[in-house]
């Protein structure tokens, strides 16, 4: 199917719900506006991926064995703990966007195409979110043309996007490790914590709020002994994420998910901020 699409954001904030993924640097640059999380998710097998989305994926995440022998592929995304049907926390009431013109993160600046495709994937339509975009959204610069991206703006955000994500695999690989020492400790044996952390999503009971404390707790270390933040920059930004995640926790009172993942949050980074300023 040949698909010819032009865009330009009008920001018109249709999309801006749910999670977004972030990068090691935005979620320090974000620390004020996101509370920020860890998801993790198993990889599907290699066959039933696109070999070009596959390429992508493989790039951005990692291999662990389990005590059978066998390995899974585990990507990790450093996530806004936003829950699904919630606006995005820089999403204004007038729904324009808070960050549009200050530099949004990668997964916004590549909208509407696929989050962390390789440039040379070959679109047959658009996700389906995108749908809701105005029709003034679709006149501006070609886009798509044959399914291949041609914008060169589109292109050097999806570059520098995928850059800067596979720049953080190696962390990202030290933190789940770390997180599964967290969940032994918890009372998983090695195995189960494994699939329990690469199965459930950050809101979903019970063990999402282990999930998602543990796993900033792990993320803020790996940074700070792999001298990708240092000592005042990581206590800042935990601090901006105690503030940011107690807001939250009294916007998003409706829902039990978010308002108990985010508690726990505010409690494992405490924990975090007395390990940085001992």
């Not at 400790?185 to 690469?198: F, P, V």
Request: net charge positive; with cysteine; glycine share 8%.
């Amino acid at each position: 199917m040949t698909v010819n699409i032009d865009f330009s954001c009008v920001g018109c904030g249709q999309c801006c719900t749910g999670s977004t993924s972030l990068t090691l640097n935005e979620m320090v640059r974000f620390a004020d506006i996101f509370p920020v999380g860890m998801t993790w998710n198993s990889v599907p097998p290699k066959k039933t991926l696109d070999p070009k989305a596959f390429q992508s994926i493989r790039d951005r995440s990692f291999l662990v064995k389990l005590g059978d022998g066998r390995a899974i592929r585990i990507l990790g995304r450093i996530s806004t703990m936003t829950p699904s049907k919630s606006a995005c926390p820089a999403r204004n009431e007038d729904m324009s966007c808070a960050v549009h013109g200050a530099g949004k993160p990668g997964a916004c600046l590549i909208a509407p195409l696929g989050f962390g495709m390789p440039i040379d994937f070959k679109y047959d339509r658009l996700p389906p979110m995108f749908a809701k975009c105005p029709s003034e959204a679709f006149t501006g610069s070609p886009l798509l043309r044959r399914g291949v991206v041609v914008d060169p703006e589109f292109k050097r955000h999806v570059n520098e996007n995928r850059k800067q994500l596979s720049g953080d695999v190696g962390l990202i690989e030290v933190a789940f490790a770390q997180q599964l020492q967290h969940m032994i400790q918890a009372g998983y044996n090695r195995d189960e914590a494994i699939l329990a952390a690469t199965s459930v999503s950050i809101f979903d009971a019970p063990q999402s709020d282990l999930v998602a404390t543990s796993g900033i707790w792990s993320l803020i270390v790996a940074a700070v002994g792999k001298g990708r933040m240092s000592k005042p920059l990581a206590s800042d930004t935990v601090r901006k994420q105690i503030a940011v995640c107690d807001r939250y926790r009294a916007i998003w009172s409706h829902s039990d998910t978010a308002h108990g993942a985010l508690a726990s949050q505010i409690e494992v980074l405490n924990g975090v901020l007395e390990w940085i300023e001992k």
